[in-house]
């Protein structure tokens, strides 16, 4: 998209572009995927230090001690005091990247950044979006930009299922009333509202027997998976969910169990899940999967009368969020992008951002993009030209210009 802005707009909202782009390259350049987070962060509090980022502005929260996975850091909060009126804003992005990054190598040709080791994507997602939180807070920091009470979350673990986020230690972030969250390309894309998630492990047991000596005598695991997963798909539970006009889809993702083809399947792990808008879909869903496995379990018995079990385990991924498009936070985006002569375009995400686990604890967020294109792949890419635009509407949305 090409930009119309008059120069007299853009001169409000100008940035030092060059330090943006060196900026930017310097955080691509430090390791950092899911879990091994301690360095990145260590680089984003260390670049912010040069430009005069007092120490006690800094924390970190605890966050990956309550993650299944570790982590060697939690999430990094860096709050500056307000110089001007208003709420609390705050600006977020996640710091960890996919393993498909690891040894990534930068380089930057034209206005493009790539990897030049073969088989590695850059780590445009999300440095592209540390890029441009640290942009705005150096612009902030040396020009003494006046702006309302300020924080800055760098979240861990969003990769491997928005931990950082749901587990965001929220006396530390300083009950922000307006938040944004750079996680994606376009910058013009902006994401008021998403999905939620729930996974649903099923754990059955059947009876082991000899395939070829008393098959009879056995229950079968994959026999009662297999009937559940007719069903569901049969009555419309599975795939795409459409009830009485309301959205979701389900998914049988994974299916691991069995030892030997000569034994009876004694043990077998489904792992699946559902989205929807919907709260009421998603547990219908859910409710729609225990039944089916229950009632396959049920109906399957052996020649001595044995019946196989059950066990379905439901837990919440992430919460649903819809922003109002009257919302302030709403509205605000879409005021920084027409100053910058972008054309906003709304949207609501089919997966999970760490803006839904803010929203689950009632903090609104606008998603925005800060350049990274073809994410989670060996072609990834910064779009610098885009990056650029990311950081402008970061520091408009930091200092209300
Ligand atoms: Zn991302």
Redesign the pocket.
């Given at each position: 998209m090409r930009k119309t802005t008059s120069e007299k707009d853009s001169n409000t909202l100008t940035l030092d572009q060059d330090r943006a782009i060196r900026t930017v390259m310097e955080l691509l350049s430090v390791p950092g995927v899911s879990c091994e987070e301690r360095r990145i962060a260590d680089k984003i509090v260390e670049v912010l230090r040069r430009h005069g980022l007092p120490k006690n502005a800094v924390a970190f929260d605890t966050a990956h001690k309550k993650s299944s996975h570790g982590g060697n850091v939690g999430n990094l909060i860096i709050k500056l005091p307000g110089t001007a009126s208003g709420p609390r804003r705050m600006l977020m992005a996640?710091m960890d990247t996919v393993p498909i990054c690891r040894n990534a190598k930068p380089v930057k040709r034209g206005n493009i950044i790539r990897s030049a080791r073969k088989g590695t994507g850059v780590g445009a997602?999300?440095r592209s979006?540390c890029g441009a939180l640290v942009a705005a807070a150096m612009e902030i920091l040396d020009r003494k930009l006046p702006h309302p009470p300020l924080t800055f979350l760098f979240t861990v673990q969003?990769?491997i299922g928005l931990i950082g986020a749901r587990h965001v230690d929220k006396r530390l972030i300083g009950s922000p009333r307006l938040a944004f969250n750079w996680?994606?390309g376009e910058p013009d894309c902006v994401e008021i509202g998403a999905t939620g998630g729930v996974s649903l492990d099923v754990d059955i047991k059947g009876f082991p027997a000899h395939a070829g000596g008393q098959p009879e005598q056995g229950v079968s695991a994959a026999v009662i998976a297999a009937c559940a997963i007719a069903e569901l798909e049969e009555k419309g539970w599975l795939g795409l969910v459409m009830k009485n006009g309301v959205r979701g889809t389900s998914n049988v993702g994974m299916v691991r169990g069995g030892e030997a083809t000569n034994v009876v399947m004694e043990h077998l792990h489904v792992k699946c899940e559902c989205r929807s808008y919907s709260v009421r879909l998603r547990r219908r869903i859910s409710e729609a999967y225990r039944k089916a496995f229950e009632k396959a379990a049920r109906k399957l018995t052996s020649s001595e009368g044995k019946r196989g079990r059950v066990k379905i385990k439901c837990t919440k991924k992430y919460e649903a969020f819809k922003l109002p498009k009257s919302s302030r936070c709403v509205r605000e985006v879409i005021r920084v992008l027409h100053r910058l002569g972008r054309k906003p375009a709304l949207q609501y995400s089919n997966g999970g951002l760490d803006a839904n686990w803010l929203a689950d604890r009632g903090i609104q967020v606008a998603t925005l993009g800060a350049g990274?294109c073809n994410?989670h792949t060996d072609s990834e890419k910064l779009l610098l030209d885009q990056f650029i635009v990311g950081c402008k509407t970061a520091l408009g949305l930091a200092t209300k210009l």
């Amino acid at each position: 998209m090409r930009k119309t802005t008059s120069e007299k707009d853009s001169n409000t909202l100008t940035l030092d572009q060059d330090r943006a782009i060196r900026t930017v390259m310097e955080l691509l350049s430090v390791p950092g995927v899911s879990c091994e987070e301690r360095r990145i962060a260590d680089k984003i509090v260390e670049v912010l230090r040069r430009h005069g980022l007092p120490k006690n502005a800094v924390a970190f929260d605890t966050a990956h001690k309550k993650s299944s996975h570790g982590g060697n850091v939690g999430n990094l909060i860096i709050k500056l005091p307000g110089t001007a009126s208003g709420p609390r804003r705050m600006l977020m992005a996640h710091m960890d990247t996919v393993p498909i990054c690891r040894n990534a190598k930068p380089v930057k040709r034209g206005n493009i950044i790539r990897s030049a080791r073969k088989g590695t994507g850059v780590g445009a997602d999300n440095r592209s979006g540390c890029g441009a939180l640290v942009a705005a807070a150096m612009e902030i920091l040396d020009r003494k930009l006046p702006h309302p009470p300020l924080t800055f979350l760098f979240t861990v673990q969003e990769e491997i299922g928005l931990i950082g986020a749901r587990h965001v230690d929220k006396r530390l972030i300083g009950s922000p009333r307006l938040a944004f969250n750079w996680d994606g390309g376009e910058p013009d894309c902006v994401e008021i509202g998403a999905t939620g998630g729930v996974s649903l492990d099923v754990d059955i047991k059947g009876f082991p027997a000899h395939a070829g000596g008393q098959p009879e005598q056995g229950v079968s695991a994959a026999v009662i998976a297999a009937c559940a997963i007719a069903e569901l798909e049969e009555k419309g539970w599975l795939g795409l969910v459409m009830k009485n006009g309301v959205r979701g889809t389900s998914n049988v993702g994974m299916v691991r169990g069995g030892e030997a083809t000569n034994v009876v399947m004694e043990h077998l792990h489904v792992k699946c899940e559902c989205r929807s808008y919907s709260v009421r879909l998603r547990r219908r869903i859910s409710e729609a999967y225990r039944k089916a496995f229950e009632k396959a379990a049920r109906k399957l018995t052996s020649s001595e009368g044995k019946r196989g079990r059950v066990k379905i385990k439901c837990t919440k991924k992430y919460e649903a969020f819809k922003l109002p498009k009257s919302s302030r936070c709403v509205r605000e985006v879409i005021r920084v992008l027409h100053r910058l002569g972008r054309k906003p375009a709304l949207q609501y995400s089919n997966g999970g951002l760490d803006a839904n686990w803010l929203a689950d604890r009632g903090i609104q967020v606008a998603t925005l993009g800060a350049g990274s294109c073809n994410a989670h792949t060996d072609s990834e890419k910064l779009l610098l030209d885009q990056f650029i635009v990311g950081c402008k509407t970061a520091l408009g949305l930091a200092t209300k210009l």
